[in-house]
């Protein structure tokens, strides 16, 4: 057991909203670990080696386990978080990748955190996601179905990388707001299916200027009947699949 000398880092954290909650990063397509360290704290100070597949359990809603590491996903090969009960997640996502350093730079690690908490329906809160340097499908596919989680990160990259969301919050049904898209420039498949089947979310605001229809491919299909979609007044207004929404109101900012 190690004693950490950055107990001020804010580790990726996952707390129990009720009792007997457990969780896991899980092999579930038996691709091996996809890092050469992880571990575990229940304080954020002292840690210990963490096995891929291990549960942890959080007996009492309260108690809480931190992870840190320098986890990479990839295309085929990653890791998935597994949970039962119910759980938030807080902390710094970079931590699982940055270990004792968390940096805002995904460069260099394509499909970072790709299907992460793909089909977590019982993680209620996200953790935060600072990085600005967005690496190629980096957050793709992070919280497909994650149903029970009613407020979105923020995502605070003005840069896109190629498909760095695709698919982030499919079937998100809770979210009701997504996260402002600061970016002013769209790049390959970036918001494909992002906010597909979330069926309550009824505002959006994005800061890009032009549209290219296969980086928005069915992004907001099956959201409310009734939104609001915020953008610059030079983007051309157009409502349908792969553009926001028909019968949404339009509002330009700045």
């Known amino acids: 057991m190690a004693l950490s000398s950055y107990a001020d880092v804010n580790y990726l954290c996952f707390s129990a909203d009720e009792d007997n909650s ?3 990063l899980d092999d ?3 691709v091996g670990e996809q890092f050469t360290i992880m571990e575990t704290s229940t ?4 840690w210990k080696k963490y096995k891929l597949g291990k549960v942890i359990r959080l007996s009492k809603a309260g108690d809480r386990v931190y992870f840190r590491g320098d986890y990479c996903g990839a295309l085929e090969k990653y890791n ?11 902390g710094d996502i970079m931590t699982l990748t940055d270990y004792d350093h968390p940096s805002t730079s995904l460069a260099g690690k394509p499909w970072a955190f790709n299907c992460l908490f793909r089909g977590c329906d019982n993680l209620t809160t996200a953790p935060e996601l600072p990085a600005t340097t967005l690496s190629e499908h980096c957050y793709s596919l992070m919280f497909f179905d994650c149903t029970s989680l009613a407020l979105a990160p923020d995502l605070p990259a003005t840069t896109l990388a190629e498909g760095c969301y695709s698919s982030m919050f499919f079937g998100c049904s809770l979210l009701t707001e997504a996260p402002v898209l600061p970016a002013k420039t769209l790049v390959k ?3 494909v299916s992002m ?3 979330c069926d309550m979310i009824n505002h959006v605001k994005v800061g890009f ?7 928005t491919e069915v992004w907001m299909n099956m959201v409310a009947k009734d939104g609001i979609f915020e953008c610059p007044a ?3 207004t157009k409502s349908g699949d792969n553009f926001y929404p028909e019968g949404w109101t339009r509002v330009n900012v700045q």
């Open 22 to 24: 457990t969780i896991k």
């Open 28 to 30: 579930k397509w038996k």
């Open 43 to 46: 304080d954020g100070i002292n």
């Open 80 to 90: 998935s978080f597994v949970i039962t009960g119910k759980i938030a997640a807080s």
């Open 189 to 191: 498949d970036c918001y």
């Open 195 to 197: 906010f597909n089947s």
């Open 209 to 215: 200027t032009q549209w290219n229809p296969q980086d």
């Open 234 to 236: 030079s983007l051309e």
